[in-house]
């Protein structure tokens, strides 16, 4: 995660960790980045080596705290056709099919918009 943030470097102003816990090959990582732009992307990863699930959450947003794109894997929408992978779209309620599913992607589709 750390080594993916850091390829970002010129698009990030700021960017911190909130928490890196784990065992073995189970992992809970939030962190937080600053663009240059001033927006925010909140970053929960969360990885359950017992029964093999990844869990996540990358929700970005303007700097007016107000939502751009939030990419999350969880089991709400089943009528989406990646469910249980999707997108919200400057609102919660503006759900779309989503193949961007790790930081990486997220943070490519990011850097497209500067």
Known sequence: MIKVIKSFSSIINKWEIQKYDFEGSSFRFQAKIQFIDS???NIKEYYF??????????????SKNE????????????????????????TISNVKPSRTIT????????SSKF
């Open 103 to 110: 930081l990486q992607e997220v943070l490519t589709t990011i």
């Open 39 to 41: 927006s925010i992307l």
């Open 49 to 62: 080596e017992k029964d093999g699930k990844r869990k996540y959450s990358y929700h970005w947003m303007n």
């Open 67 to 90: 939502l751009i794109i939030r990419w999350d894997n969880s089991d709400h929408w089943q009528e989406i056709t990646t469910f249980p992978y999707h997108e919200h779209h400057k």
